[in-house]
């Protein structure tokens, strides 16, 4: 009881979050259910790019190219041999960081800026080449995946708990999902709040300095690569199995731009960002190309030009005004605003010590 | 485990109940999920935004259309209601906007849902939710091959197999001795259109002399064109998609290459072709197919059909009459409605379904009245290819001019 007490607030905060978003299919339908598993999927995949981007300052524009194949593992494992869709999740998590990691060795050798043309020519030329070889590949054919089952205690289990019918596919998706990102995110608080965590921030903010003090600069980039593309596999695997399909054009270059700015908009450097980028990077398109149409009250005109040109419009409207007014992204506008709440309320500082709490972006 | 067997049972016993609580208030009329006493609800996904976004004007112009008969009565008394929704072209979102519409929205079917990656990923879902897949908007020939195992799915558009048999007929005909070079996009699509192509030129295919491929992301298709001119051919087949089409005629004229030029009907819309012409393309005598009346053609413009489809289109602002997409929609939205007047008071998936897939007839005094006159719409129980029939076009004096009569390819695919 001492532990529930003395708990910081944060860990009451997470522990709401699991709670709400575990029991979110017995409140919603079970279409409602598959988008919000394709929103912490984005979420997963943020997850890793925030690990690269945010802590280790390092740009991809290539991580559509690693949920490829991360995709298009789970679809030849699954639809050529057989296997238990669930046991490639973690194959395709595997063989991506490992490409990932191979692909990092020369990649990191190259400054910022050569980085990120380089992973751009990964996301460019990975369609093309998952159509050649058409034997492994159905080349643009793309391959069909049967939707998922829940095992039978699962499903029982949850018809109990809404005592409505049993459980659907796209709800055991989004349980796989979930529980997915909780141990992915979990990995990822880990890894920044110790040692590899320190050096890749380290690296960060000053390169010669974290090399004068013996972090091993090729070493934890490399590193945080792979873990990147790791985190972009497994997605890219739950991405497939919740589409039940995979095909070149699932992955278009702008995915990767989708998933960059979706990182920068939820918050570089922290651990919750990649939640709200992930909620922004799905809800995004369909908002705008949806739920601008229904509004009586918006001109005519402007609804237009909003269909036309969709999400691109609204994503370079939110993006320049969240660089404005929100530099560390949504997470950093909200921790921001509570501190301010907090201050305005009981005096400026920490109540115990008296400080003012740092910046996040420069801790 | 062993308290699964129970709890299955009820839940079971839930769902019949609720089944037949659905059936009972039904009333004299059959009607299915998405009709009302005064609507029809229906949905489609199609690319309005991203690479393919010049598609988009053909679900306005199938709204503009169904906007024209909601205004003259509607359906029996029914309005249809039609749900757009953009999937930029990309499969994985075609997915998720799907279910929304049969699960959230609760259409009575999809209608003529674009491209064929994007279209095979729900193909199998709305089978499963015996929802109809009508009159996809994509010419692959699995649509009409694969109705056996997916029999709520169905094409609308000539298979690109079969206008591509159109051309090897003409070649056997009119150019025996051709040394033909094929470019073809790298996708199902131009694979579909070099099958048909091969298959159609039976023995006679060593008259093609190389088949280059190119990425439809490409910027340039000039290195496969100058292989193409170097293996001796003379003429010269463009399988693709409008903008690398545009910029391979471009680039032919460019090589001081004058071979004779077969494109295909999706990019042999007149619109395209001007652009060609003024991007410095000599495509004076180029040969293609078509199936609809061309807006832009002189003949149509005292044609009944033509002037219907001038008083429709009005009613979609943002769409360009003489673009060749507009008609198409308009056509095949004449087409469904057909059919769902057909089913009058039996409203049902199932049977709208049975009309479409083998009783559709629209000939003679029912044609299709946007359609170059003979071509027919229409399936039998062992057909399920609505159109098979096209003409030769060739483009002289900067318009489209029909050669010959109406070429009928109806059972040759199997």
């Known amino acids: 009881m001492r532990f529930l007490s003395q708990a910081p607030r944060r860990y009451w905060l997470v522990a709401l979050v699991v709670i709400v978003f575990a029991g979110l299919p017995t409140q919603v339908t079970s279409f409602q259910s598959l988008e919000w598993a394709e929103v912490l999927i984005f979420a997963i995949v943020i997850m890793g790019l925030n ?313 | 485990m062993t308290r699964t067997g129970p709890r299955m049972a009820a839940a079971a016993a839930f769902l019949v109940f609720i089944a037949a609580c659905g059936s009972s208030s039904g009333g004299t009329v059959a009607t299915d999920v998405g009709i009302t006493s005064d609507q029809i609800l229906l949905g489609n996904t199609i690319a309005q935004t991203g690479a393919a976004a010049s598609y988009a004007t053909i679900a306005n112009a199938e709204n503009a259309y169904f906007t024209y008969v909601n205004s003259n009565g509607g359906i029996n008394g029914r309005k249809i209601k039609f749900v757009i929704l953009d999937d930029a072209y990309n499969p994985a979102q075609t997915v998720p906007l799907t279910k929304q519409l049969v699960e959230q929205n609760q259409v009575f079917a999809m209608f003529s849902g674009l491209g064929t990656q994007a279209q095979v990923s729900v193909r199998d879902y709305l089978n499963g939710q015996r929802v109809p897949q009508l009159f996809v908007a994509t010419g692959a020939t699995t649509w009409g091959l694969d109705f056996g195992s997916h029999g709520w799915s169905l094409s609308w558009q000539p298979p690109y197999q079969g206008e591509s048999r159109i051309y090897a007929k003409d070649i056997l005909d009119n150019h025996k001795d051709a040394k033909i070079g094929v470019l073809y996009q790298n996708d199902d699509y131009g694979q579909d259109y070099v099958k048909g192509l091969t298959d159609g030129l039976g023995s006679s295919t060593s008259l093609i002399v190389d088949k280059e491929s190119y990425d439809a992301t490409a910027t340039s298709v000039a290195s496969q064109l100058a292989k193409i001119k170097a293996s001796g051919a003379d003429t010269l087949f463009v399988f693709g998609i409008p903008g690398p089409t545009i910029k391979a005629l471009a680039t032919v004229t460019a090589l001081g290459w004058a071979p004779r030029i077969y494109v295909n009907s999706v990019s042999a819309v007149a619109t395209y072709m001007k652009i060609a012409e003024k991007s410095g393309a000599k495509i004076d005598g180029a040969i293609s197919v078509g199936y609809i009346k061309d807006p832009t053609d002189p003949q149509w413009a005292n ?71 003979g071509v027919t719409v229409s399936t039998t129980s062992s057909d399920h290819f609505p159109i098979m029939q096209e003409q030769v076009i060739q483009w002289t004096a900067e318009a489209w001019h029909l050669q010959g009569s109406i070429i009928n390819e109806r059972g040759t695919i199997k």
């Not at chain 1, 998952?130 to 034997?135: D, L, Q, S």
């Not at chain 1, 995915?255 to 709200?276: E, K, W």
């Not at chain 1, 809800?283 to 001109?299: E, K």
Request: charged share 10%; with cysteine; net charge positive.
């Open chain 2, 303 to 373: 044609d009944a059909g033509m002037k219907l489809y001038r008083q429709v289109i009005a009613n979609c602002a943002n769409c360009d009459a003489n673009n060749g997409f507009n008609i198409y929609g308009v056509a095949v939205a004449y087409t469904m409605v057909d059919i769902l007047k057909q089913a009058g008071t039996n409203l049902t998936r199932a049977n709208v379904m049975k009309i479409a897939s083998s009783q559709l007839n629209e000939s003679g005094s029912t044609a299709n009245p946007f359609l170059l006159p």
């Open chain 1, 51 to 363: 690990l690269l981007v945010g802590y280790s300052g390092q740009i991809s524009l290539g991580h559509g190219a690693f949920m490829a194949v991360g995709a298009y593992t789970t679809a030849i494992l699954v639809h050529r041999y057989h296997m238990d869709y669930l046991a490639t999740i973690p194959i395709a998590g595997l063989l991506t960081g490992l490409l990932g990691f191979v692909l990092g060795i020369p990649a990191l050798r190259l400054s910022p800026l050569y980085l990120a043309l380089a992973t751009f020519a990964l996301a460019v030329v990975t369609p093309s080449l998952i159509k050649r070889p058409e034997n492994l590949t159905q080349g643009v054919q793309g391959i069909l995946l049967p939707p998922p089952q829940p095992p039978d205690w699962v499903s029982s289990m949850f018809a109990s708990v809404t005592s409505g019918p049993a459980m659907t596919s796209d709800q055991w998706l989004y349980y796989v999902s979930f529980i997915v990102a909780v141990i992915l995110f979990w990995v990822a608080w880990n890894i920044v709040r110790r040692r590899p965590g320190r050096a890749l921030m380290a690296i960060r903010d000053g390169e010669v300095a974290a090399a004068a003090s013996g972090v091993n600069i090729a070493g934890y980039k490399t590193l945080a690569f792979g873990l990147s593309a790791f985190y972009a596999g497994v997605a890219g695997s739950l991405y497939g199995l919740a589409s039940g399909y995979v095909s070149p054009d699932s992955f278009p270059v702008a995915l990767s731009f989708t998933l960059l700015v979706g990182a920068v908009i939820g918050g570089l450097g922290s651990i919750a960002g990649p939640l709200f980028g992930g909620i922004f990077t799905f809800w995004l398109p369909i908002m705008s190309s949806q739920f601008v149409q229904t509004q009586d009250w918006i001109p005519d005109q402007v609804a237009s030009v909003f269909k036309n040109a969709g999400p691109a419009v609204t994503y370079g409207a939110l993006l320049i005004l969240i660089m404005i007014f929100a530099p560390n992204g949504l997470a950093g506008l909200i921790l921001s605003g509570y501190t301010r709440l907090r201050s305005r309320l009981r005096g400026v500082g920490e109540r115990t010590t008296g400080q003012v709490p740092p910046d996040p972006q420069t801790v």
